[in-house]
């Protein structure tokens, strides 16, 4: 005897919601590691360029006399290139002991150069809210039209 009461309802919704919400969690998370990934290339790519470039210049413009010195100035041009903000650390520590030293204020106040990522923040709380409801599997199926941002407080 077979219960065909049960196969006629159809496949558990449920079970049909997990595994769509892992699949959109697999992909979702295989967006972010290739994200990552070319973040990371064009990051060494960059600094690569810039400080082979700066390291070329100054063995032809003869601006430092050692080859340590120049090495140096092209490590700090590649950091510049490959990190943004770590040469803008650099710079501000640079401005700051400037300032102590002359007495000067900075106008730094009305920077604006932290940016959020939108397009991130949305892939995280995307993602976030998949593992949350695989953990729990209760109430509507997480989708991406339906999906809003949290508001923050």
């Known amino acids: 005897m077979t219960d065909r009461s049960h196969a006629a309802a ?13 699949r959109h969690l697999r992909r979702l998370e295989a967006l972010a590691a290739r994200h990552r990934f070319r973040k990371r290339v064009v990051r060494a790519l960059r600094g690569g360029a810039g400080g082979g470039t700066s390291l070329l210049v100054l063995m032809k413009a003869k601006v430092v006399g050692s ?3 120049k090495l140096a100035i092209a490590a700090l041009v590649g950091l510049g290139l490959a990190w943004p903000f770590a040469a803008l650390a650099i710079l501000t520590i640079v401005l700051a002991v400037a300032s102590i ?8 106040d009305g920077c604006d150069c932290r940016r ?15 593992r949350a409801w695989l953990a729990a ?17």
């Open 137 to 153: 599997p209760s109430g509507t199926v997480p989708s991406i039209r339906t999906f809003r941002m949290p508001r923050r407080t």
């Open 101 to 108: 030293l002359s007495c000067e204020p900075t106008d730094l």
């Open 10 to 22: 159809g496949p558990d919704p449920v079970c049909s919601g997990i595994a769509r919400v892992s």
């Open 67 to 69: 080859l340590a010195g």
């Open 116 to 130: 959020p990522n939108a397009r991130r923040e949305r892939l995280t709380a995307l993602i976030e809210q998949r």
